[in-house]
């Protein structure tokens, strides 16, 4: 039970710290749609149970809290494709995207899932966020 609990631990830091001070210093006006460009790396040989977590939970959770998943892909890079997944979020500006992750943080469903998926082990090994704004000039706004 120590465990589960240690890595269930774990899993909530190590979500907390990829929303990193984006979230809370954010430049971006309050009002403008922000996307969120996230890309994680797996433990050694947890990919797979990466995908199937995204896959199998996360995806519907995140619409649950309001999160639009604009796409989810595999870098070609041969250092990167055997441990990343990066995917991109839509939000309609930084307050909700702000209000979305703590929803989703605070999930029970969430933890259970998380919980489950590190069973056997830590599968996220890191988290890297980046808050965005679209250019006058982008073709998706």
């Known amino acids: 039970m120590n465990k589960l609990i240690k890595t269930s631990a774990i899993s909530l830091v190590s979500l907390v710290i990829g929303l990193g001070a984006g979230i809370f210093f954010s430049s971006a006006a309050q009002d403008e749609k922000v996307f969120e460009l996230r890309t994680y790396t797996s433990t050694p040989g947890n990919l797979d149970n990466l995908h199937a977590r995204f896959r199998d939970h996360t995806t519907r959770i995140f619409r649950k809290h309001g999160m639009e998943?604009?796409?989810?892909?595999?870098?070609?890079?041969?250092?990167?494709?055997?441990?990343?997944?990066?995917?991109?979020?839509?939000?309609?500006?930084?307050?909700?995207?702000?209000?979305?992750?703590?929803?989703?943080?605070?999930?029970?469903?969430?933890?259970?899932?998380?919980?489950?998926?590190?069973?056997?082990?830590?599968?996220?090994?890191?988290?890297?966020?980046?808050?965005?704004?679209?250019?006058?000039y982008s073709p998706m706004k």
């Not at 995917?87 to 899932?113: G, K, M, P, R």
């Open 69 to 136: 998943v604009v796409g989810y892909w595999s870098p070609t890079s041969e250092e990167e494709r055997e441990d990343t997944l990066v995917y991109l979020l839509a939000h309609d500006n930084q307050d909700a995207a702000n209000a979305s992750w703590q929803a989703f943080i605070a999930d029970s469903e969430w933890a259970t899932v998380a919980e489950e998926s590190n069973r056997n082990g830590q599968i996220l090994g890191g988290i890297e966020a980046k808050f965005m704004v679209a250019t006058d």
